[in-house]
């Protein structure tokens, strides 16, 4: 008889998810995290009274009622609507695609004028695919909105997340934007969206309430050989690769590191989010944390603000694995390693991470909610 039911390796939303739900069920649970705090990316450091998202911005949105009644029982969320804005040589373009980004672009005022110029635009790209469907990222977005908003607002800004041609991504990625024919600039199409009111860490405490946690705990060093006398099960929410020592060889992964620094006024950009979509910048956009949070006079309330420039790079080890590279070699290893995955008794694989997937965050909370034996 052990003395835990889960171990729990990852504290992310995934791990935090499933300890809040198997301590329910009346199971004990150990969570681990190799870093020195709990929350996974989703964690937030204050500084000068402002939640700094360390691991990258993150917006909550889901379209699923379940998923968001779940988090509004942990903690309140707030009115956030996420609206980046793309700066291409200096001038600024609404995001996503919409009736403003088509104003901006080329001066039409109408759906009907934008549509007509966007089939203009697209006709090439259309017209050399026939009937097939897009192959890649660049024949997906030339086919959706064409020439000028692929070259101004697309091209520039994918290579530099991925490091790599629009011709060698898939198609998916692009499909996350929507495009619009009304002045609408959410960035997202979902029914919910929003921040935890407090920050994301207060979401983690709810949800880690009377879990016991140590942090600064590697699974590797200090649990892999010996986690059957630890604990019944595991839950892993680690790199897939590295839980089987990379025996059939090493994902890749894309990293994020940031520049953070704290200005001496209270508004930067006027926005949470700037994205930098030529090669002139080398970062791929600018966040400014308060306005994630602060709204209106509390913006000019607070004295400071705190910004951080996002480089992409590629991942190495030792560094931070954030994205999964969805090219047709890591899918095809990730399906190599995912058989594997069947043969391990009593573990399972979760999240961004332990799944290789381009996961959002409430995809991660809605995989643990569907769980049924917990
Ligand atoms: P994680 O949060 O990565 O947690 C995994 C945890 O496991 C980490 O804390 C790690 O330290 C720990 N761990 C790993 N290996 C070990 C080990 N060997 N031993 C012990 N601990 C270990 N989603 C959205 O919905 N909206 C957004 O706006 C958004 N923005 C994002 C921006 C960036 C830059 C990134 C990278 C992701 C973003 N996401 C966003 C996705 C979101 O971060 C994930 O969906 C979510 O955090 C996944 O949770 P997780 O538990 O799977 O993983
Ligand atoms: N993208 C782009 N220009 C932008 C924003 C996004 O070309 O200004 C592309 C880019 O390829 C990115 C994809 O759209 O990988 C999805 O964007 P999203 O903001 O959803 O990515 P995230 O950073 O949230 O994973």
């Given at each position: 008889m052990n003395q835990f039911d889960y171990l729990i390796v990852g504290s992310g939303l995934f791990g935090a998810t499933f300890a809040y739900r198997a301590t329910k069920a009346g199971k004990k649970c150990l969570v681990i995290d190799k870093r020195e705090h709990l929350g996974g990316n989703v964690y937030c450091e204050n500084v000068e009274g402002i939640n700094v998202h360390k691991y990258g911005a993150h917006i909550f949105h889901t379209n699923n009622k379940q998923v968001w009644d779940f988090v509004n029982s942990i903690v309140e969320f707030n009115r956030y609507t996420n609206s980046p804005v793309a700066n291409y040589k200096g001038k600024l373009y609404n995001?996503?695609?919409?009736?403003?980004?088509?104003?901006?672009?080329?001066?039409?005022?109408?759906?009907?004028?934008?549509?007509?110029?966007?089939?203009?635009q697209k006709a090439e790209a259309v017209a050399a695919?026939?009937?097939?469907?897009?192959?890649?990222?660049?024949?997906?977005?030339?086919s959706l909105v064409g020439k000028d908003i692929f070259e101004k607002l697309i091209k520039e800004y994918t290579e530099k997340q991925w490091g790599r041609s629009c011709k060698d991504l898939p198609?998916?990625?692009i499909k996350r934007l929507p495009v619009r024919f009304v002045y609408d600039n959410n960035y997202f199409n979902d029914k919910y969206q929003g921040i935890p009111v407090g920050g994301y860490n207060k979401l983690v405490d709810g949800l880690l309430r009377g879990v016991e946690c140590r942090t600064g705990v590697d699974f590797f060093t200090d649990y892999k050989k010996n986690w059957r006398h630890v604990a019944d099960k595991l839950v892993y929410t680690g790199a897939l690769d590295e839980y089987f020592d990379y025996?059939?060889?090493?994902?890749?992964?894309?990293?994020v590191s940031f520049k953070t620094r704290v200005e001496d006024f209270p508004n930067f950009q006027g926005n949470a989010v700037v994205n930098y979509t030529s090669h002139d910048q080398p970062y791929t956009r600018i966040i400014e944390h308060k306005h994630f949070e602060m709204f209106g006079q509390a913006v000019y309330d607070c004295p400071k603000t705190v910004i951080s420039e996002e480089y992409s790079t590629e991942y190495k080890i030792g560094m931070e694995p954030y994205y999964p590279v969805?090219?047709?070699?890591?899918?095809?290893?990730?399906?190599?390693?995912?058989?594997?995955?069947?043969?391990?008794?009593?573990?399972?694989?979760g999240g961004r991470l332990g799944q290789y997937r381009y996961y959002d965050m409430a995809p991660v909370i809605e995989q643990v909610l569907n769980i049924k034996d917990i």
């Open positions: 995001l996503p695609f919409n009736m403003n980004t088509f104003y901006q672009m080329w001066g039409v005022t109408t759906p009907a004028e934008a549509s007509a110029k966007i089939e203009e695919l026939g009937h097939r469907e897009p192959a890649n990222l660049e024949e997906q977005a030339l198609a998916f990625i025996r059939l060889g090493r994902l890749d992964w894309r990293t969805n090219d047709d070699r890591n899918n095809s290893l990730a399906e190599e390693y995912r058989k594997l995955v069947a043969d391990e008794k009593d573990v399972l694989f």
